[in-house]
């Protein structure tokens, strides 16, 4: 079983949509949980970290389920702007503290 | 800040040749990752630097894979001899640590084709 799993999607959603995505890790000992974004044939850029206690960043919100291992982002009043992948990543314990990436999730904003 | 720098932007070789992909980290960050990306296994770590040491390379996929960092503003990932089946985005990174605070910034990538 991959550590981090993302349903690939694609979405396609009309503009002014709310959209969610989850992400399932199997390591229990995850730590840190970040999602990403990814523009066609650009680089990762953070989005925003995700807290225990959940979080906002204007129209963004992550949330973080310990008990049933998965993480989610939710999009409100999506924009045509917001077409893009979306990538979960965490930190596993140890001393190794690297990223580990889901494959992403497609998402398509349509006028 | 120009940012995580990395050349060349597109790479195209014959399965055999040597790839020498470079990177230059965001001055004063101390760790330096080398990712691969490709459409069946999405964004890999293969190996990771802090203060130009290779602390894990266990991503590496074989031998024909090898990466260093002579000092702190520039690393270099090689593939000899380079196959079709190493065709990806290859994406490096850096960040000042490794606290949740402590973002990873990525560079734009160097696509490589090996035909």
């Known amino acids: 079983r991959k550590e981090v799993e993302q349903d690939p999607g694609p979405f396609n959603v009309p503009e002014g949509a709310t959209v969610a995505f989850n992400c399932t890790y199997s390591n229990s000992a995850s730590q840190s949980f970040f999602w990403y974004r990814q523009d066609c044939r650009k680089e990762p850029k953070l989005l925003m970290s995700?807290?225990?206690s959940g979080n906002e960043d204007g129209r963004f919100t992550a949330q973080l389920n310990r008990a049933s291992q998965y993480i989610s982002l939710l999009i409100r009043d999506s924009k045509l702007s917001d077409s893009a992948t979306y990538l979960c990543?965490?930190?596993?314990?140890?001393?190794?503290?690297?990223?580990?990436f889901g494959s992403g999730t497609q998402l398509t904003v349509l006028p | 800040d120009a940012g995580v720098i990395q050349s060349p932007r597109h790479e195209v070789t014959e399965m055999g040749q040597e790839v020498t992909l470079r990177c230059k980290p965001i001055?004063?960050?101390?760790?330096l990752f080398w990712y691969r990306q490709t459409m069946m296994r999405g964004l890999e770590l293969l190996i990771y630097f802090n203060n130009n040491v290779p602390i894990d390379d266990s991503g590496m996929p074989e031998d024909r894979f090898s990466a260093k960092m002579p000092n702190a503003s520039f690393s270099t990932l090689k593939i000899q001899p380079s196959e079709p089946r190493d065709s990806a985005v290859y994406f490096c990174a850096s960040s000042r640590g490794l606290a949740k605070s402590d973002e990873q910034f990525f560079g734009p990538g160097t696509r490589l084709t090996v035909l």
């Open positions: 001055s004063g960050h101390d760790y």
């Open positions: 990543a965490l930190i596993s314990s140890g001393s190794a503290r690297q990223l580990t």
């Open positions: 995700v807290y225990s």
